[in-house]
């Protein structure tokens, strides 16, 4: 298994709307290990594989306390979603920044497992939260995308000048 570099905001390859995998290979399933070895690493409780610049529908969540569930879902689509919440948000690829987004409370998504099989998930509280961020990553967006412009503009400049300084 492979560490694999994660690409840093403003990356513009971060804004890159994953191609749908078309046949659940091993290919695939190597990358997904290496997606799930590098987000344990980083720490994380999610990584899509548009953060490590493979541009397929690719994501790994373990959200749970005992960091031993891990879910890989290929080609994840939200089929149903209701109800409002809001939680303090990071992101592997904004190092350092946090702020509330609101997002769907509950969620149900239909994916492909390791095996090409099709299965459904449902999920509230972080897990719904999570399975919303990394699919908004399979889109080419963002968290910070969902903050006012002001405060996208002020993390742009925080991040230039930590980059500045540890170039
Ligand atoms: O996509 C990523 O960068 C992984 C995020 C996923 C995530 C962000 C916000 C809320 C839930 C999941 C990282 O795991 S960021 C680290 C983190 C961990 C727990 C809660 C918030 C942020
Ligand atoms: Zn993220």
Do not use: W
Not at 71 to 83: A, F, M, S, V
């Amino acid at each position: 298994m492979s560490l694999l570099p994660i690409l840093r905001f403003p990356d513009a390859r971060l804004r890159t709307v994953a191609t749908p995998v078309r046949e659940v290979d091993e290919s695939i399933r190597r990358l997904a290990r290496d997606m799930a070895e590098t987000m344990y690493e980083a720490p994380g409780i999610g990584l899509a594989a548009t953060q490590v610049d493979v541009h397929k529908r690719v994501i790994v969540i373990d959200a749970s306390e005992t960091r031993d569930q891990l879910l890989t879902l290929i080609n994840p689509e939200i089929i149903e979603q209701d109800g409002r919440q809001t939680c303090e948000e990071g992101c592997l690829s904004v190092p350092g920044i946090y702020d509330k987004v609101e997002r769907a409370e509950h969620v149900i998504v239909r994916y492909l497992d390791l095996d090409g099989g099709e299965q459904t998930i449902e999920a509230v509280g972080l897990l719904a939260v999570c399975l919303q961020h990394e699919i908004d990553h399979l889109q080419g967006r963002v968290f910070v995308e969902h903050l006012s412009q002001l405060k996208q503009l002020r993390i742009r400049n925080k991040l230039a000048k930590q980059a500045r300084i540890t170039a």
